[in-house]
């Protein structure tokens, strides 16, 4: 399905660009989460978490990324972060937990690495650089 022209953006390591083909790879996985919004979704999700999925038409890896809490996953699925994040509300998590998650951090350290002045950008501001560098780095290997 990826057959439209290399963006500059491809080469950023861990970046997904909600775009038009990202879009479209998850609109069901984004309905989902909306789906959410309503307190009678969320009833029903909780008391049947499969019976509730079936409804909607994930792909295999979708459903699995929603069954896990794969966040990274959702992302990479064409999960829009804002659409994502409702299913973590649902959780209970807050935005610091979900970054946590998607580093490798808890929900603290992850608020405490943003205080600090975030991540260093050394080592994640090209997918290129990293190859020529000979890989290596939290980034590497990154879609």
Not at 2 to 20: H, Q
Not at 106 to 116: A, L, R, V, W
Not at 130 to 137: E, H, N
Request: proline residues 3%; hydrophobic residues 35%.
């Amino acid at each position: 399905m990826n057959s439209r022209e290399p963006r500059d953006y491809d080469d950023i390591p861990g970046t997904y660009v909600f775009d038009g083909e990202h879009s479209r790879k998850g609109f069901a996985l984004n309905m989902f989460c909306m789906s959410l919004n309503e307190e009678h979704n969320r009833e029903s999700f909780r008391r049947d978490p499969g019976g509730y999925l079936d409804q909607h038409q994930l792909t295999p890896e979708q459903r699995r990324a929603v069954e896990e809490r794969d966040w990274l996953a959702m992302l990479r699925l064409g999960g829009n972060i804002y659409y994502t994040f409702k299913l973590a509300i649902f959780d209970g998590l807050s935005m610091q937990d979900v970054g946590g998650a998607m580093s490798g951090l808890s929900g603290e350290e992850f608020s405490q690495m943003m205080i600090d002045g975030g991540r260093s950008v050394d080592g994640n501001r090209s997918k290129a650089e990293q190859a020529a560098a000979g890989a290596g780095g939290p980034a590497a290997g990154a879609n």
